[in-house]
């Protein structure tokens, strides 16, 4: 995953270093609907997503000290909104969402939101990961300290024929 920074981001990093909330907000702001995104594929649960959403964005400014700049902010603050999604889901049961039939949904894309949204929470994790997002598997496994890289292949493979035998049907 390359992202880099634009001149305005950097300078936006700059100034939120100095203090500068205003700068910070802006800073949020360009990284509101990815942040918002990537909890909510995880989570499922859209009030849960705007704690987290609104957590991310006061962790990363608690944590900007600790912002390296030869990582892109986009990957640093997408970073920490799936650590939160994370330990929100290992804190809290919550309910997965029961899936339609077929054709009680408006486009196919729907149904595989759906279907994503419904998959067990490792699994969708990570299928959200990789396929959507682009992690590498090193970088999902820093995730997941319990699974080995053959593990999280082997179940992204699984997720990927159970999700391809619901939308072939």
Not at 23 to 37: P, S
Not at 144 to 163: A, C, G, H, Q, S
Request: contains cysteine.
């Amino acid at each position: 995953m390359k992202i880099g920074n634009t001149n305005y981001v950097d300078h936006l990093i700059e100034m939120s270093k100095s203090g500068s909330k205003r700068a910070f907000f802006d800073l949020c702001e360009i990284n509101l609907k990815n942040i918002f995104t990537i909890s909510y594929r995880l989570l499922a649960d859209y009030d849960a997503t705007k704690k987290i959403t609104l957590d991310t964005f006061w962790g990363a400014w608690d944590n900007f000290k600790d912002y390296d700049s030869s990582v892109p902010f986009a990957i640093w603050i997408k970073n920490l909104a799936i650590l939160y999604s994370i330990n929100k889901l290992r804190r809290t049961s919550f309910q997965i969402p029961a899936v339609k039939e077929k054709s009680s949904y408006n486009s196919e894309s729907e149904y595989l939101e759906k279907l994503i949204m419904a998959l067990q929470i490792d699994e969708r994790i990570i299928f959200v990961l990789h396929d959507l997002e682009g992690y590498s598997f090193n970088e999902i496994r820093n995730l997941f300290e319990e699974l080995e890289i053959d593990e999280i292949k082997t179940k992204l493979i699984n997720t990927r024929e159970y999700l391809m035998s619901k939308i072939s049907v």
